[in-house]
């Protein structure tokens, strides 16, 4: 009782932490769908062709990621299947990794801007001034997932090592096995200890008739 109690709870905290990334990679799809439809009109205005505008579908990329992430996260959380969780938590240690070489690169190098193609569209440089001037409240934001991320890896450990809910197993066989047995035990119940079957009763009473054919006789 106390392991289904431990395991519900963290496969709880698992989904909760797990939504705060499904949260963040909404806010990313809305953004990139937004700079998107700006950048359609833009070109639409000029009616010249230009190169894609990588920085928006890498944006809406990564939204779409973090969405699928966290229905995975889900789903394991939910089966606390081993091979689930595993594969949840490597995934999203490898995105923590690529979250830290990009923050390592862009705090250390100068030059990082020119590690990225040139952005067509300008989202890019508005990205850039957006952070710069709001650089606090984008801090907290990057922290709180990362955080969230880590926190999902701990979880995910935890609950694989508890596993599935073994008992809830016993306990559906048992619901199903019980109900082919009542008829036995209502007919039992309905006729009495006393009962006896026709049978029997008409075999004892012929075999007390040739018993008493054989004192007469």
Known sequence: MAGRIVRSCVQTALKAVNSVVGLAGMAVILYALWMLRAWYREVADLDQRFP????????????????????????????ANGHC??????????????????????????????????????????????????????EWVG????????????????????????????????????PARL???????QHGPDYAEPNTSRRSDSWKLRILDKVNN
Not at 149 to 159: A, D, F, H
Not at 183 to 189: A, E, K
């Open 52 to 79: 894609v505008p990588w920085f928006i579908y890498t944006f809406l990329g990564l939204g779409i990621f973090l969405c699928l992430l966290t229905c995975s996260g889900h789903i394991a959380a939910e089966t």
């Open 85 to 138: 969780l595993s594969c949840y938590m490597i995934i999203v240690f490898v995105l923590i990794i690529l979250e830290g070489a990009i923050t390592v690169d862009v705090f250390l190098n100068t030059n990082w801007e020119e590690d990225f193609p040139p952005d067509p569209s300008g989202k890019f440089d508005e990205f850039k001034d957006f952070v710069r001037s709001n650089f606090e409240i984008c």
């Open 143 to 178: 922290l709180s997932v990362v955080a969230a991320q880590v926190l999902s890896i701990i979880l995910g450990m935890v609950l694989r090592t508890l596993g599935p809910d073994r008992e809830a197993d016993y306990d559906s066989d048992d619901d199903t096995t019980v």
């Open 183 to 189: 008829p036995l035990l209502r007919n039992q119940s």
